[in-house]
């Protein structure tokens, strides 16, 4: 696609319930990153994929937190037992491989509030 | 611990004024740093500054990399209310080029 495309835009959940989020990154992207941005802070990393495989998963914060990509193109990050700490925004971006971070292309996110 | 620290954390200006963005980092084994714009919620991707370029302007943007003093600064000149955003400042570090980490922003408002 154009862009990196990010569903659903926004999501609100009950504590305690699953979630997914999902990102389909630019066609022919083979990293993706998922970073995590809570109110008034910066984006923080979550997890890096090269292709089908997870090559950096450091910033997951805790076992809750798992993401997939199974084909090597859309990823879908998934959260278990959601906290009202996991409320912010799930930011996806993608990249060709090698590229550095200045490679990088933004999706608009998705905005998760849990009440 | 690395870190980035940017300053100020926010900024009121009017159309028509120069505007300074402060990013001071503390970092083991520096790679790069970069300056994002972000409107709504997608950074976009404004400059890379490393050891080999050290200053890079496009526009009425310009950015410096002041290793010795572990900061950067970026310029705006003749902003205009289009500028209003968040500019959030990142560094690579150590052996990854891909994974960065961000200050807590900037939030920059031009008055018409």
């Known amino acids: 696609g154009a862009g990196v495309s990010q569903t659903p835009s926004n999501k609100v959940t009950e504590k305690g319930k699953y979630v997914e989020l999902r990102c389909d990154p630019i066609?022919?992207?083979?990293?993706l990153y998922w970073y995590r941005q809570s109110l008034g802070q910066g984006p923080e990393f979550l997890i890096y994929?090269?292709?089908?495989?997870?090559?950096?998963d450091s910033g997951l914060p805790n076992d809750r937190f798992f993401a997939v990509r199974p084909e090597g193109s859309v990823s879908t990050l998934k959260i278990q037992r959601t906290e009202r700490g996991d409320s912010a925004v799930y930011l996806c971006?993608?990249?060709?491989?090698?590229?550095?971070?200045?490679?990088?292309?933004f999706g608009s996110g998705t905005r998760l509030t849990v009440v | 611990e690395d870190k980035v620290v940017q300053s100020p954390l926010s900024l009121v200006v009017h159309e028509g004024d120069t505007v300074t963005l402060n990013c001071s980092y503390e970092?083991?084994?520096?790679?790069?740093l970069l300056w994002y714009k972000q409107e709504k919620k997608a950074p976009t991707f404004l400059f890379m500054l490393?050891?080999?370029?050290i200053e890079k302007k496009s526009g009425r943007l310009s950015s410096i990399l002041d290793k010795k003093e572990l900061s950067s600064i970026l310029n705006i000149t003749a902003t205009q209310t289009g500028d209003s955003a968040i500019y959030l400042c990142?560094?690579?570090?150590?052996?990854?080029?891909?994974?960065?980490?961000f200050g807590k922003g900037t939030l920059l408002t031009v008055n018409p």
């Open positions: 971006a993608s990249s060709l491989i090698g590229q550095g971070a200045d490679g990088y292309t």
């Open positions: 066609s022919g992207h083979t990293a």
């Open positions: 994929f090269q292709g089908t495989g997870a090559a950096d």
């Open positions: 970092v083991t084994n520096f790679r790069s």
């Open positions: 490393t050891s080999s370029g």
């Open positions: 990142a560094f690579c570090s150590g052996g990854s080029n891909y994974k960065l980490t």
